[in-house]
């Protein structure tokens, strides 16, 4: 009996780490290979954003792009600016999200959550709705939409047809 298989390439980010508080407007996000197959070297590029509010696809909302699309070799570590109006200064509000392209689809990877006080914005509504969702410091689940090579679509098996969803 053929299953459909997937396979699992996730971005393990290290800082910032679940549960800090950042004070600034520039934050340094670093990230590492989990050790799950493909290796991050079998991703091709990313995208990252910074988000807030609940661990759901609808409680949470993107507030900034942080990094557009960048290929994976130019390192494991990125410094971004953030808009400080973009949002409240809550506990624990705050997640990063990779986008990353392969061969044969994309995987989102998130962050845990963390604070940023430098914060001067008001959070709406969708946001302030999906925080009261959320008890501690776990981001939302890895959403992986990469298929083993045998089971792809047609089309599917190059990197530009993964890119193709790349800009969600």
């Known amino acids: 009996a053929a299953l459909l298989s997937f396979v699992v390439a ?18 340094t996000i670093q990230w590492k290979d989990s050790g799950a197959d493909p290796p991050i070297s079998a991703l091709v ?16 909302i993107q507030l900034e792009t942080l990094v557009q699309q960048v290929d994976f070799t130019t390192g494991d570590s ?9 949002g409240a200064d809550v506990q624990n509000a705050y997640f990063i999200k990779v986008i990353s392209a392969a061969t044969g689809g994309t995987i989102i ?30 981001g939302p689940e890895t959403v992986n939409q990469i298929s083993s ?20």
Do not use: H, W
Request: net charge positive.
């Open 149 to 168: 090579p045998q089971n792809a679509a047609p089309g599917a098996g190059s990197v530009a047809a993964g890119a193709a969803e790349f800009n969600t």
């Open 78 to 86: 990125v410094t971004a600016t953030i808009t400080p109006g973009l």
């Open 109 to 138: 990877n998130f962050s845990g959550r963390f604070s940023l006080t430098s914060m001067t914005g008001v959070f709406p509504a969708t946001v302030q709705a999906g925080l009261k969702t959320v008890s501690g410091t776990k």
């Open 45 to 60: 590029t990313y995208q990252m954003f910074l988000c807030a509010g609940g661990n759901t696809d609808t409680s949470y």
């Open 10 to 27: 996730d971005v393990k980010f290290t800082s910032p780490t679940a549960g800090s508080s950042k004070a600034g407007l520039e934050i």
